[in-house]
Nanobody
Framework: QLQLVESGGGLVQAGDSLRLSCAASDPNFRNCAMGWFRQAPGKEREFVAGISWGGGSTLYADSVKGRFTIAKDNAQNTGYLQMNSLKPEDAAVYYC????????????????????WGQGTRVTVST
């Protein structure tokens, strides 16, 4: 029953930054691990970043490591993805996802490991 809504996408130039938000519908979000995935036209949905229920553990795809930062604010029921130094290859629809974690520290990287999904927000990067 957890609803997720992404926002913050848009059109930027290569090298610019964007901050994506994922607003959750209720405080049960605090018990969930969160992940960000992206999907470009004609490609499979791929893992971007993940964070444990309390924010103590994170994992990034090699393609974004050092440029993107994932965060989770349980007091605001909101997750974030800060994207810096954007490249044209980062262009995609970005989705946030959540799963009940039972306080796990392992970060899940497969889409079918997440129960709740947002509708996506589009990021376009021009050269």
């Amino acid at each position: 029953q957890l609803q997720l809504v992404e926002s913050g996408g848009g059109l930027v130039q290569a090298g610019d930054s964007l901050r994506l938000s994922c607003a959750a519908s209720d405080p049960n979000f605090r018990n969930c691990a969160m992940g960000w995935f992206r999907q470009a036209p004609g490609k499979e949905r791929e893992f971007v970043a993940g964070i444990s229920w309390g924010g103590g553990s994170t994992l990034y795809a090699d393609s974004v490591k050092g440029r993107f930062t994932i965060a989770k604010d349980n007091a605001q029921n909101t997750g974030y993805l800060q994207m810096n130094s954007l490249k044209p290859e980062d262009a995609a629809v970005y989705y946030c996802a959540a799963r009940l974690s039972f306080r796990e520290l392992r970060i899940r990287t497969l889409p079918n490991e997440y129960e709740y999904w947002g509708q996506g927000t589009r990021v376009t990067v021009s050269t």
